[in-house]
């Protein structure tokens, strides 16, 4: 009978899942963050990780190999992208997984297979239905709760700017009042770059701080990293 030992790579490692029409579940032992974990080359790797290695080859092994399913356990080489440290905390807000009593992701497929027949209805408090892409399953000790993934990101997305704005302004008369009316003309030009309608990445100084400028509604504006720099340039 075949074992680790017999068995070769990749056969050995494909062996160990099970595949589903999206996610490909690990099967074989996890860490405590339900991550997979195989012996492979004389070391340890995350089977996320080494399913990635498989598919696509050498990477940056400073690189995060993340999810897009959100799911610890999942295999699938679709699945999985390279992000930095900033692109991968970036990503695990947007998506919630942040904070305490996040429980433990299951899929939708999982879900489906054990959820009650009565009582859930597959559309949102804000409208928006429920499918496989939109949902996310986290399961709390015994409980299921059901989230909507474009309410997450709305609330993540208006969380961010909130953010930002907030690092950004700092020792200002009434700064609760400023910052609100940042985040209000952020939201005026649609979390857009001012100047060149790109994505909003950080905030600018109409009137750099050298120049007198300050930290008022007036003069800040939402702009991306380009142009940021670019009027940096100019002074």
């Not at 080859?57 to 699945?79: I, Q, R, S």
């Not at 709760?145 to 200002?172: H, M, N, P, W």
Request: include cysteine; glycine fraction near 6%; charged fraction near 30%.
């Amino acid at each position: 009978m075949a074992n680790q030992h017999t068995t070769t790579f990749p056969e050995r490692f494909w062996s160990k899942i099970e595949k589903t029409n999206s996610c490909w579940f690990w099967k074989a032992a996890t860490n405590k963050f339900g991550y997979g974990e195989i012996f492979y080359n004389k070391k340890v790797w995350k089977a996320h990780r080494l399913s990635y290695f498989i598919a696509f080859g050498d990477f940056d092994t400073k690189l995060y190999v993340a999810h897009h399913c959100d799911n610890p356990t999942c295999v699938n080489p679709d699945h999985l992208f390279l992000a930095t440290q900033k692109e991968n905390v970036v990503d695990m807000v947007a998506k919630g997984r942040h904070g305490a009593g996040a429980g433990l992701l299951i899929s939708y497929d999982e879900w489906l297979s054990i959820r009650p027949k009565k009582g859930k209805k597959d559309i949102c408090k804000r409208g928006h239905k429920f499918s496989d892409k939109n949902t996310r399953i986290k399961k709390i000790k015994s409980r299921y709760a059901r989230i909507c993934r474009t309410c997450q990101s709305e609330t993540a997305r208006a969380d961010l700017v909130r953010y930002k704005v907030s690092g950004f302004v700092r020792k200002v008369e009434n700064r609760k009042e400023v910052i609100d009316r940042i985040v209000d003309k952020v939201y005026s030009i649609g979390v857009r770059c001012m100047y060149c309608g790109g994505d909003f990445e950080c905030l600018d100084h109409e009137i750099p701080k050298f120049l007198g400028g300050e930290i008022t509604p007036e003069n800040i504006n939402p702009s991306c990293n380009s142009c940021n720099q670019k009027r940096k340039a100019l002074f």
